[in-house]
């Protein structure tokens, strides 16, 4: 995996101030990547002591010793880490594209996906936020599909869940986090098909010959 959420990110993450759909992607990423599930752990700990520091200098140094301490032995559990994904797997639940049956990550399982609509190898299902601009997708592409080249008015967040695409920046693993935004052109193919969670918060643009007749379909795909 190559491409993570930025260090900022996941600090607004951890506050607890990021938009449901980012949220989302940021949580279900974290679930396919230990190393920023340590950053975010190491963040939210960090936050944790500084507000005890500042909030309560009547408290005793040794409770917030202990309350270090506890909180860096949460972290540093691996048994618990391990028990905790095991446990999930029990309730685990999967989504059928194109009858393949796809496990999702824990923090996509309880939202509600409104009809899939089809366009040739894409599919796409919109989940419904409520966040004005923001657009929430599942997009799922069969084996051999693309997305004409295209860039984008805002920003397009890609969270790759299964299988593999890729484009002019190179190939893409399950779990990478791919933020885009106007400065980049590109156009996302798949050998073997995938499934990604998309946000994005205004429509993409086709710019290549045939394709700009695809705009006002832009709007369908993200
Ligand atoms: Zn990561």
Redo the contacts with the bound molecule.
């Keep these: 995996?190559r491409h993570?959420?930025t260090h900022e990110l996941m600090s607004v993450f951890a506050s607890g101030e990021l938009p449901a759909s980012l949220s989302i992607a940021v949580a279900a990423?974290l679930e396919l990547?230990r190393?920023?599930q340590t950053t975010v752990d190491r963040i939210t700990q960090q936050a944790a002591q500084q507000e005890f520091t500042t909030s309560s200098t009547s408290y005793q140094q040794d409770h917030e010793d202990d309350f270090a301490d506890m909180i860096a032995q949460i972290t540093q559990d691996d048994a618990l880490f391990d028990a905790q994904i095991y446990s999930d797997k029990a309730v685990e639940q999967t989504i059928e594209f194109k009858g393949q049956h796809y496990t999702l990550p824990r923090a996509l399982q309880s939202l509600v996906l409104q009809k899939p609509q089809k366009l040739g190898k894409l599919t796409r299902s919109r989940i419904d936020l409520q966040e004005g601009s923001l657009k929430t997708s599942l997009l799922h592409i069969e084996p051999g599909g693309s997305v004409p080249m295209h860039t984008h008015k805002g920003f397009e967040l890609t969270l790759l869940l299964d299988g593999e695409f890729e484009d002019q920046m190179g190939k893409y693993q399950i779990g990478d986090?791919i933020w885009l935004t106007g400065e980049h052109e590109h156009t996302p193919t798949t050998t073997t098909g995938c499934l990604c969670f998309t946000v994005s918060n205004d429509a993409l643009q086709f710019t290549q010959g045939i394709s700009k007749l695809l705009n006002p379909i832009g709007q369908f795909i993200y």
């Design positions: 995996m993570h959420p990423h990547c190393d920023c986090f």
